[in-house]
């Protein structure tokens, strides 16, 4: 069974660093067609996407968050970390995690159940 | 980087009827790489329809995805209480990117 499971704080304050890891469990990222991205959702708003890691490790990111955002993997522990920089309150959201799966098709087949970040003071 | 854009913003329609839902592209998509989801109230959303086409596991044969180039649809047959909730459509390549979502609401 394959899991994904997102941890971090749910407070940071604004100019403050985030982290946070995605935890997963079922399939391995050095894989060929593993991938994990990060996707978030202000309250109300739609999906956008932040980032994402390949089993080769290759780096994609959003253009206009890329400044602000990197993205790591640690295979060995099964983990992949978003670090993202100066954050705002406009950057409240729910952050998930999801894995995709790449061959023939593109499939971000299963997510992680989120966690809420509040930026404020 | 490649814009969806879904239509409508809002669709209000009653259990039993037929549901569509429209995804425009600003640039040609490749059908592998266009995918739907459905997201319901504090859920992640879930995968329905991948290769433009092609149905997830376990999703029911209600749901069905067409299309190519720059104009997908995803077809609900007939519509049951549960399946009203937010769908979007998510294009993959270098970059991923999702329409701003479909809310299909009770009638």
């Known amino acids: 069974q394959v899991t994904l499971r997102e941890s971090g704080p749910a407070l940071v304050k604004p100019t403050q660093t985030l982290t946070l890891t995605c935890t997963f469990s079922?399939?391995?990222?050095?894989?060929?067609?593993?991938?994990v991205s990060w996707i978030r959702q202000p309250p109300g708003k739609a999906l956008e996407w932040l980032a994402r890691i390949d089993w080769d490790d290759d780096k994609y990111y959003s253009t206009s968050l890329k400044t602000r955002l990197t993205i790591s993997k640690d295979t060995s522990k099964n983990q992949v970390v978003l670090t993202m920089t100066n954050m705002d309150p406009v950057d409240t959201a729910t952050y998930y995690c999801?894995?995709?799966?790449?061959?023939?098709?593109?499939?971000?087949?299963?997510w992680g159940q989120g966690t809420m970040v509040t930026v404020s003071s | 980087e490649i814009v969806l854009t879904q239509s409508p913003g809002t669709l209000s329609l009653s259990p039993g009827e037929r549901a569509t839902l429209s995804c425009r592209a600003s640039q040609s998509v490749s059908s592998s790489y266009l995918a739907w989801y459905q997201q319901k109230p504090g859920q992640a959303p879930r995968l329905l329809i991948y290769g433009a086409s092609s149905r997830a596991t376990g999703i029911p044969d209600r749901f069905s995805g067409s299309g190519s180039g720059t104009d997908f649809t995803l077809t609900i047959s007939r519509l049951e209480p549960e399946d009203f909730a937010v769908y979007y459509c998510q294009q993959y390549g270098s970059s991923l990117t999702f329409g701003q979502g479909t809310r299909l609401e009770i009638k």
């Open positions: 079922g399939f391995s990222l050095s894989t060929s067609g593993m991938c």
């Open positions: 999801a894995r995709i799966r790449v061959g023939d098709y593109a499939l971000v087949d299963i």
